[in-house]
C-alpha cells in the first residue's frame, strides 16, 4: 500500500507541474503494466512508456515525485518500479522478465 504521508500537500503549486505532462492525454495502460505481464510485451510496454517520458517537458519534477513519495507502480519520470527501487534502496533488484509459458 501506498505511504500517503509522503505525498505533497494539496497545495495547486504542488501538483501544478503534471499539466505540462506528456502523458497527461494517453491511456494510463501505457505507463502500468497489467497482472502477470513479462519479457518482451513488458520490456516494449516499458520502453514505450520511457519514450513519452524522454521528450516530457516535466521529466525531472516527474521523477522526484516518484521517488519522494516512493510510487510502488508504473512508469514515472522514465524509470520502472524496479528502477526506482534500486535508487531508493541503493542495491539492484533482480528483474524477472521471463515468458510465462504453461507445461
Known amino acids: ?16 507541474w503534471q499539466y505540462e505532462a506528456a502523458c497527461r ?3 494510463t495502460e501505457m505507463f502500468f503494466h497489467p497482472d502477470g505481464e513479462r519479457g518482451p510485451r513488458r520490456r516494449n510496454r516499458e520502453n514505450a512508456a520511457k519514450a513519452v517520458c524522454f521528450s516530457c ?3 525531472k519534477q516527474c521523477r522526484e515525485h516518484a ?9 514515472w519520470g522514465g524509470l520502472t518500479e524496479d528502477e526506482r527501487l534500486e535508487i531508493i534502496t541503493g ?13
Open 1 to 16: 500500500m501506498t505511504e500517503i504521508t509522503r505525498l505533497p500537500r494539496p497545495v495547486l503549486s504542488e501538483w501544478e
Open 91 to 103: 542495491r539492484p533488484v533482480q528483474r524477472d522478465y521471463t515468458e510465462y509459458t504453461a507445461s
Open 57 to 59: 517537458p516535466v521529466i
Open 25 to 27: 492525454e494517453l491511456p
Open 67 to 75: 521517488l519522494k513519495v516512493q510510487e510502488p507502480y508504473g512508469i
